[in-house]
């Protein structure tokens, strides 16, 4: 079975500009969640989404935007890009909300000019 | 503010002997906590999860240690191995919470 998905691997984007990170669940997993980290951090929580609703938001500015799609996968878009934005943002999937590890995906590494 | 910490930022283990990782937490609703190992341009690999109605839990050569009262868990590997040099995240959560809570990593050396 395939694992948690993401696209694009690697991303370099100018300050200013606009961005969309992919991501497709683990088949079965109706979770999935966004994790941002930076060099010699865990990673960061961002968003969670169940069932095409969102159930959390991560300390992150409204520049963060994310949904779920019929299907559970998602997207994560983020505005006006700053330095600080430079990350591997990662996707994770999960069978249930309880007692259920997240399966993580490769990540994207973005890097902002 | 860092809920999780692992404050061994590296350990050098001899191949064939046991590796202790070491992870504290703070919020005493976290029930549920996690070892995660991590290669370099992969993404965070699952290895082995605790509740907190346990306080052990094996599996193959990966057992993880949880003390309530000291909120404290360890990840043991033995016998360790090449392959599993690497960082290795802790990650807490709670049944009413939507995410989990990080540590920094511990970068695991394994010496042949």
């Known amino acids: 079975d395939a694992g948690v998905t993401q696209s694009p691997t690697h991303l370099i984007k100018t300050r200013g500009q606009q961005v969309t990170l992919r991501c497709s669940p683990i088949?079965?997993?109706?979770?999935v969640s966004w994790y941002q980290q930076v060099l010699g951090q865990g990673p960061q929580f961002i968003f969670q989404y169940y069932e095409k609703e969102e159930r959390g938001r991560g300390n992150f500015p409204d520049r963060f935007s994310a949904r779920q799609f019929p299907n559970y996968s998602s997207e994560l878009n983020v505005n006006a890009l700053l330095l600080g934005d430079s990350a591997l943002y990662l996707c994770?999937?999960?069978?249930?909300?309880?007692?259920?590890?997240?399966?993580f995906g490769n990540g994207t590494r973005l890097t902002v000019t | 503010d860092q809920q999780v910490k692992q404050n061994s930022p590296s350990l050098s283990v001899q191949e064939g002997r046991i590796s202790i990782l070491n992870c504290d937490y703070t919020n005493s609703m976290f029930d549920y906590f996690l070892w995660y190992k991590k290669y370099p341009a992969e993404g965070p690999t699952f290895l082995i999860s605790i509740s907190s109605i346990k306080d052990k839990n094996e599996d193959g050569r990966f057992t993880v240690f949880l003390n309530k009262s000291a909120k404290h868990l360890s990840l043991h590997i033995v016998p360790s191995q090449p392959g599993d040099s690497a960082v290795y995240f802790c990650a807490a959560s709670a049944t009413d919470f939507n995410k989990f809570y990080f540590g920094s990593g511990t970068k695991l050396n394994v010496k042949p």
């Open positions: 994770a999937s999960r069978y249930r909300d309880y007692n259920s590890p997240l399966h």
């Open positions: 088949s079965g997993h109706k979770s």
